[in-house]
């Protein structure tokens, strides 16, 4: 009787080893006796054995699926530990796809993520040696991808040319796939990308009891990406708000020192004068001390403006309310006039982005008012869908934008920044200037 079963396996389980060899044992027994024994115990035996070869078979098939289940999960476990180590997304990515490779015997791997306008892009593609493919290796079927990103639903494909729904596909007709697995990415309920594999040699080597364990496999990659991109967000957003501080620090030091820093040096002449008027000239010293006073106030106006800047209270009021008062009182004393367009209705921001619109276009008219000799300054809000645009328009002198970079418009870069928005400007020397923001708001129901 032939020994269909391979003996070597039984070397991993000592129980099934034993089993084994009580097997072989009573074979030999059974053959030895053959010439001497029953013909019906014979045939009786044999049945006996048969069936226990085929019991163990089944014990063999079914230890031998635990232990690719189990090389799975401890795999899926190494892996979850790898997104909380110090690699970084690219090295984690590559472990993903080659323990993809491995434990699902697929020859090449991808893994595609969807941009913001919806293309399609590799961020890693590895073979079974472990190596990255080159652009001239990449070859995928965009038929299977594309189902799989419509219906959000894992495709697995035992057979590309006989199975209908992609026999006649062009990149499986002309690139002979056979085997196909894809599964979506999904993070925060939202579909970025699939993790794809194929074989071009074999049929079958993909079966749908690997889905569970390819979802958990998707799922780590999801996570990796998402942690990868908000690590890189709370970078850039660190970086900005350093640049914005320094800028800041740049612009106070400005402030203070142009609008103070005069004014105590004039304070304090005016001390040294009247003092040495007070005893020969007693009314002369007092004109000059009411002189010292009107310094004085300026000085304390102009620190307290510094201070409000820091962080406005009147944005208590809100931004339209407390923008309209503020360019007001500087019609009322500039020889810039100011009109100021609003919106008819404006969404509650969060105090972030208030705030800094506010500081932004204070920053723009104040320069308007220091440097442009302007007569006219128009400052208008717009509120479109996902955001909103705020424009400084004034018939100044103008000037080169390549030329300038000073702190107050520093400040208004890494504040637009800092909202994730975009900032343009336009100007030329005698044709005024434009400066144009556009940022996103975070809307609620109630409006202000």
Same mark, same amino acid.
């Given at each position: ?35 001497? !024994? ?41 892996? =979850?530990?790898?997104?909380?180590? @110090? ?31 919806? /293309? ?8 079974? &040696?472990? !190596? #990255? ?17 419509? #219906? ?5 494909? =035992? ?5 209908? =729904? ?26 970025? @990308? ?20 390819? #979802? ?37 030091? &400005? ?27 007693? @009314? ?16 304390? !106006? ?15 009021? @809100? ?11 500087? &019609? ?17 921001? =969060? ?20 440097? !442009?000799?302007?007569?006219?300054? /128009? ?70």
């Amino acid at each position: 009787m032939p020994r269909q079963i391979d003996a070597n396996f039984t070397h991993s389980n000592p129980v099934l080893e034993t089993i084994w060899e009580n097997i072989q044992q009573l074979e030999d027994v059974i053959q030895s006796q053959a010439s001497q !024994a029953d013909i019906g115990f014979i045939s009786d035996t044999s049945d006996l054995l048969e069936a226990l070869q085929q019991q163990f078979q089944i014990i063999k098939n079914q230890s031998e699926q635990n232990a690719d289940r189990l090389s799975q999960f401890e795999t899926l476990i190494e892996l =979850s530990n790898l997104l909380n180590s @110090g690699l970084n997304v690219s090295q984690v990515l590559e472990k993903i796809i080659d323990s993809v490779v491995l434990l699902t015997g697929a020859e090449r791997a991808y893994l595609m993520l969807q941009d913001e306008n919806n /293309r399609l892009n590799i961020a890693i593609a590895r073979n079974w &040696n472990k !190596a #990255t493919l080159s652009e001239d290796e990449v070859k995928y079927s965009r038929t299977v991808i594309d189902g799989v990103l419509q #219906t959000g639903k894992a495709r697995v494909i =035992s057979n590309a040319q006989s199975d209908t =729904s992609t026999q006649n596909a062009k990149s499986v007709v002309q690139l002979h796939f056979l085997s196909i697995f894809c599964i979506p990415l999904i993070s925060q309920d939202k579909i970025i @990308g699939v993790l794809y594999a194929d074989n071009n040699h074999e049929q079958d080597v993909f079966s749908t009891e690997n889905i569970p364990v390819l #979802t958990a496999f998707a799922s780590q990659a999801a996570i990796a990406l998402e942690n990868a991109h908000l690590y890189e967000q709370i970078k850039s957003n660190l970086n900005s708000l350093d640049t914005m501080r320094d800028a800041e620090r740049r612009r106070l030091r &400005n402030d203070l020192h142009d609008g103070i820093g005069s004014t105590l040096a004039a304070i304090n002449l005016g001390l040294d004068r009247t003092r040495s008027l007070i005893s020969n000239n007693p @009314g002369r010293a007092a004109e000059v001390l009411l002189e010292v006073k009107s310094d004085v106030q300026q000085s304390i !106006a102009v620190i307290r403006q510094v201070i409000e800047e820091l962080r406005p209270p009147e944005l208590e009021k @809100g931004l339209l309310v407390a923008l309209r008062e503020r360019f007001e009182r500087f &019609n009322s004393f500039e020889t810039v006039h100011i009109e100021f367009l609003e919106p008819p209705f404006l969404p509650r921001l =969060s105090d972030h982005v208030a705030a800094n619109l506010y500081l932004i276009a204070l920053e723009a008219v104040t320069n308007v008012i220091r440097h !442009a000799h302007a007569t006219e300054c /128009r400052v208008e809000f717009i509120v479109y869908e996902t955001g909103i645009r705020l424009s400084v328009d004034d018939n100044g002198r103008g000037f080169q934008p390549a030329q300038v970079d000073g702190t107050g418009v520093t400040s208004i870069k890494q504040r637009v920044k800092d909202l994730g928005g975009s900032y343009s400007i336009d100007s030329n020397p005698s044709k005024g200037t434009y400066l144009l923001i556009e940022a996103p708001f975070v809307k609620v129901n109630s409006i202000t």
